[in-house]
Nanobody
């Protein structure tokens, strides 16, 4: 199982980006997927997470600006980021608890994507 994040880049303040995180492998389920970010000199923080079929979590700093979503058919998690601010600059990483087939059995483990850089200029 691998998680591949993409979609980062350089954008001016007020702009938008959409990050994607694609899970590959013999996927059975993707649970509690989330996006984290880590800025230089700061701790990694949870930005957004799909916590259940009907609920999501957002950090206070991104509420109303970021939207997390998923496409189960594509095993993909998205993070739509609008009204970006310079303080949103960070490496963004996706994480999920993934159930995968191993022969006739299913195992579940936490996986991280490799990160994608988001830089917001003022």
């Amino acid at each position: 199982v691998q998680l591949q994040a993409s979609g980062g880049g350089l954008v001016q303040a007020g702009g938008s980006l959409r990050l994607s995180c694609v899970a590959s492998g013999n996927i059975f389920s993707i649970n509690a997927p989330g996006w984290y970010r880590q800025a230089p000199g700061k701790q990694r923080e949870l930005v957004a997470q799909i916590t259940s079929v009907v609920s999501t979590y957002y950090a206070d700093s991104v509420k109303g600006r970021f939207t997390i979503s998923r496409d189960n058919a594509k095993n993909t998690i998205y993070l739509q980021m609008n009204s970006l601010k310079p303080e949103d600059t960070a490496v963004y990483l996706c994480r999920a608890s993934v159930g995968a087939f191993a022969g006739t059995e299913i195992y579940e483990d936490d996986f991280w994507g490799q990160g994608t850089q988001v830089t917001v200029s003022s």
